[in-house]
């Protein structure tokens, strides 16, 4: 019984992964298993069989989770994308009062009781990063062709490894920074073509896109594993920076989600009223998920 429920919990947050503003990590949070799943990854040596008994469900379910909602998702971004982004914002915007009570708690713990520089710095640091890097990528429009190249490889690498945060970052998406950096869409192509190129015994293409995909997925494994250990260190000695850090990237993302995805480009009246009525939905949703986490 406890491997159905550790698969059903692992489809909600592989949902969650792939939804830009939805964290992973808050979806743990809020089934209760967040502190386990932290310490499965961070004990993996030395608790193995153990570690393996909720990492291998869980995996499944997420795997199960991604490609089941992703060929929906890919159909949304394509014919409804001012909706759809207006919905993720909202998802994103509804953390940020969990977020600013963790904050306001940490700060408590300090002699002076309220923000210093560190926090200040920590806050403008990854707002301009946020609100810069879709400036500097431009709009994602089209899904992009990628070649297999060295070049290729790294990249895709690296943003496994940036995605891998959602797993251990309560409040933060992984797939939202993919969507920042003008990748997510592209990655979602990827993992949705490859189960049509299957399911059309496309061994070539399937071959193809799965070595295009394995960079990627070394990124995500070695990246929850690295990112945990850090992550864990800086909520350890700089609670209060980190919070202000991750608020300030929160906050700048509604306009680099709307930019990256072209979502202000010819939509119509009646699309952006159920967009911001979606919006305030999304943003009670995460709001109420997030609720349980303090």
Not at 49 to 73: A, E, N, Q, T, W
Not at 118 to 137: H, K, M, R
Not at 272 to 293: D, S
């Amino acid at each position: 019984m406890n491997l159905v429920l550790d698969i059903l919990r692992g489809i909600v947050i592989g949902i969650a992964n792939i939804i830009p503003g939805v964290s992973g990590g808050t979806m743990a949070v809020s089934m209760g298993i967040y502190d386990k799943l932290i310490g499965a990854v961070t004990g993996l040596f030395k608790h193995f069989k153990d570690s393996l008994k909720l990492l291998v469900p869980l995996g499944i379910g997420m795997v199960l989770g991604i490609v089941g909602f992703g060929f929906l998702l890919e159909y949304l971004l394509e014919h409804h994308v001012l909706a759809t982004c207006l919905t993720f914002v909202g998802l994103i915007l509804g953390g940020l009062p969990i977020l600013w009570l963790n904050l306001k708690k940490n700060l408590e713990k300090k002699p002076s009781g309220t923000a210093g520089i560190g926090e200040v710095i920590s806050f403008l640091a990854l707002l301009s990063i946020g609100l810069g890097l879709p400036l500097l990528q431009g709009v994602e429009g089209a899904v992009k062709t990628l070649t297999l190249t060295p070049g290729t490889a790294l990249i895709l690498f690296v943003l496994g490894i940036v995605a891998s945060a959602t797993m251990v970052i309560p409040g933060v998406s992984g797939s939202m920074v993919l969507m920042v950096l003008g990748y997510y869409s592209t990655i979602l192509a990827i993992v949705t073509g490859t189960v049509t190129m299957l399911k059309d015994l496309d061994f070539a293409g399937v071959i193809h896109n799965g070595l295009l995909l394995a960079p990627f997925v070394i990124g995500v494994a070695l990246g929850i594993f690295l990112i945990a250990k850090v992550i864990e260190y800086l909520f350890q000695h700089f609670p209060s920076q980190t919070f202000a850090a991750i608020i300030g990237l929160i906050l700048s993302s509604p306009f680099a989600i709307l930019y990256s995805a072209g979502a202000l480009q010819n939509f119509n009246g009646m699309e952006l009223i159920v967009g911001l009525v979606l919006a305030v939905l999304g943003a009670w949703v995460t709001w109420t998920m997030g609720n349980k986490e303090v």
